[in-house]
């Protein structure tokens, strides 16, 4: 990953990424877990101090966290339905993020159902699912790696 040039503030995020098997629109709850079948994990990079400058002027900060590259993702994995999913990222071999589906605000049905009342889904469509604590700064040269249970899924040096 490249550090971009437009921020100084570079922070990681990682999280739980469902990948959506099935066309649809307005599904419903129940319906839901028909409509992803694996996860991986992402890091969600976002330009703090652009998206607190753009915050500041009450405008809209989706280029702080929507630029090229800044949605980075690992390899996929069959999801088991209702599991627990834990998910760990290093810094530097250093342990600094954790955490599991149950920490999730919305359960992956309830995600899938809310995000298809505005979108129509398409196989293939990815969904980050949110981040719990322990987000930070990384600085070129660091490396982070994410963890789906104790499986080593993404690598990622920042250059």
């Excluded at 129940?30 to 002027?57: C, M, N, P, S």
């Excluded at 589906?101 to 049905?109: G, K, N, Y």
């Excluded at 980050?128 to 249970?149: A, H, K, S």
Aim: aromatic content about 14%; hydrophobic content about 40%.
């Amino acid at each position: 990953f490249y550090y971009p040039d437009f921020t100084q503030n570079l922070h990681y995020e990682g999280e739980i990424v469902l990948r959506v098997c099935k066309n649809g629109r307005s599904i419903q709850p129940e319906f839901a877990h028909r409509y992803y079948d694996a996860v991986a994990f992402g890091i969600d990079f976002t330009a703090r101090d652009l998206q607190d400058k753009l915050k500041a002027k009450g405008q809209p900060w989706e280029i702080a966290k929507g630029f090229d590259g800044s949605a980075f993702i690992g390899d996929f994995i069959p999801i088991e339905k209702d599991k627990l999913i834990s998910f760990t990222i290093k810094k530097n071999n250093e342990v600094v993020q954790q955490g599991d589906t149950s920490m999730l605000i919305f359960s992956f049905d309830e995600i899938i159902a809310y995000i298809s009342t505005f979108f129509t889904m398409q196989q293939g469509d990815l969904i980050y699912t949110g981040t719990p604590q322990g987000v930070g700064p990384v600085q070129i040269g660091d490396m982070l790696e994410g963890f789906v249970e104790d499986k080593s899924i993404v690598t990622c040096q920042i250059k």
